[in-house]
């Protein structure tokens, strides 16, 4: 769902110039081109994350 995606700056600079280095789709690894740090973009929202990582995720036992 588009809805669990965000576009985000560079979270080392805030730099909004990025240049596409691998297409993961629907996600792409960039290099902010102000600072040189690669990073994933778009990302899961936070709402997501929590979803996936719930506290279910960390207690379950059927993983031991």
Known sequence: ???D???INC???G???KNELFNLNPF???QCLDCG???????YTEDRVLK???DSYF???DFY
């Open 1 to 3: 769902m588009l809805d």
């Open 52 to 54: 996936l990582y719930n």
């Open 37 to 43: 740090l690669n990073y994933v973009n778009p990302r």
């Open 28 to 30: 792409k690894l960039v």
């Open 11 to 13: 979270n080392l600079c």
């Open 59 to 61: 207690t379950n036992q």
């Open 15 to 17: 730099g909004t110039r």
């Open 5 to 7: 995606f965000e576009e």
